[in-house]
């Protein structure tokens, strides 16, 4: 006899994001409208997934599977052996993994808008492009205002680049964390199916699992 446990919103949330987050990846090197696009939807989907976290159908909710970590560790233990409990909902790794990639995720989405701010001056990140200066003294030299004023726009340049740099390296630092983490759910899901003789695929695009 089957249960449902997965509700339509998550199981849409769970292959939008698959597909959504690939397609940012893949395209991230050049840049395009559909990088960007696809970034905002990756936002959208894990700002969706927390607030359904919190209000959604009992399996949805963190309450329900996010375990203490004597309870995680007690199941990874019980995975090395082969003998796991078996859980309607998410097991305890599973929990904590769902987390991890949500962290993860909204790191490489804001680290990409701050990138896509400093770069083209757009996204809700961009400042107003307003800059203030003050003036030692009101009776520099022209030379003087003219040589600070270069001075400024330089040292401002130089600024914006490690900044850049900055947020650049930490994009593509989490987003080839998200991709170890994808890597650890799906290996999770293969050796869960095995260990429990379940198609956990099957279950995310029906909804339904065994009892």
């Known amino acids: 006899m089957n249960t449902h446990i997965w509700d339509l919103a998550v199981r849409v949330f769970h292959w939008s994001l698959a597909v959504t987050f ?35 159908t009992k399996y949805a909710r963190f ?31 599973g929990g904590w993994m769902i987390i991890a990639l949500l962290v993860c995720l909204f790191v490489v989405t804001i680290s990409g808008l701050k990138v896509y701010a400093i ?31 270069s001075s400024e726009k330089e040292g401002h340049h130089d600024g914006d680049e490690k900044e850049e740099e900055f947020w650049e390296e930490v994009h593509e630092g989490s987003s080839n964390v998200a991709i170890f983490l994808i890597f650890l759910h799906v290996l999770g899901v293969i050796i869960s199916s095995k260990l429990h003789k379940e198609n956990l695929v099957k279950a995310m695009v029906t909804g339904d699992k065994k009892d």
Request: glycine share 14%; net charge negative.
């Open 119 to 149: 770069e083209e001056g757009k996204g809700p990140l961009a400042g107003t492009g307003v800059e203030f200066s003050m003036i030692g003294s009101a009776h520099a030299s022209g030379y003087e205002e003219g040589h600070n004023e």
């Open 63 to 93: 309450s329900n599977f996010l375990y203490s970590p004597s309870e995680t560790i007690k199941y990874l233990k019980q995975l090395l052996k082969k003998e796991p409990k078996r859980y309607l909902g998410h097991n305890p790794a």
């Open 22 to 56: 690939f397609i940012s990846y893949l395209t991230g090197e050049e840049e395009s409208d559909l990088h960007i696009w696809a970034g905002y939807t990756v936002l959208g989907l894990i700002s969706f997934r927390v607030l359904w976290g919190l209000i959604g």
